[in-house]
């Protein structure tokens, strides 16, 4: 096939497309066709009197609604109240069991010695932890003979023994 029939095929084709969507816009926005029933007065009028003396048939009036149109078409939302808090249970803090061995007091380099639950020997300067067993346990203050440690809000205080 020659390029100029493949050209003139391309041309048809298209130009059916555009007839074919013409044709369904038009079909789309046309009006809808009723069917047309012609009744008479007297048919029409004998239809009602059988829808009047049917049993389900209710006649109402306007007085009948006057509550509803009072009422709010939308009752007000409320927020359900609120949950109660979660109980957090406090841990209790363990109690320091580092034993005060010595303090050494020098002015602004005092040191405390203390024997950890684990039997290691360390040496501890104020503002500093005092080890793995009490991790939030800090040396709070140094004097002679006594140590004031901090955990949290609680002070201990440990003596030479």
């Not at 049917?54 to 007000?76: C, M, N, Q, V």
């Not at 203050?141 to 609680?154: L, S």
Request: proline share 12%; no cysteine.
């Amino acid at each position: 096939m020659t390029l100029r029939g493949k050209k003139s095929i391309l041309i048809i084709g298209s130009a059916f497309l555009w007839i074919a969507a013409a044709g369904v816009l038009a079909w789309g926005i046309r009006p809808p066709e009723l069917p047309v029933k012609s009744h008479s007065a007297a048919e029409f009028d004998r239809s009602r009197e059988k829808a009047a003396n049917h049993p389900a048939a209710i006649s109402l009036s306007s007085k009948d609604f006057e509550a509803y149109w009072d009422r709010p078409l939308r009752p007000p939302l409320f927020d359900p109240p609120p949950p109660p808090p979660p109980v957090v249970e406090k841990k209790p803090i363990p109690p320091v069991r580092a034993k005060l061995l010595a303090t050494m007091i020098e002015a602004g380099n005092s040191m405390a010695m203390l024997e950890l639950e684990n039997g290691e020997v360390v040496f501890r300067k104020v503002g500093e932890l005092i080890g793995p067993p009490n991790s939030e346990a800090k040396v709070a203050e140094i004097q002679p003979g006594t140590v004031i440690v901090r955990q949290g809000e609680d002070e201990t205080r440990l003596t030479v023994d």
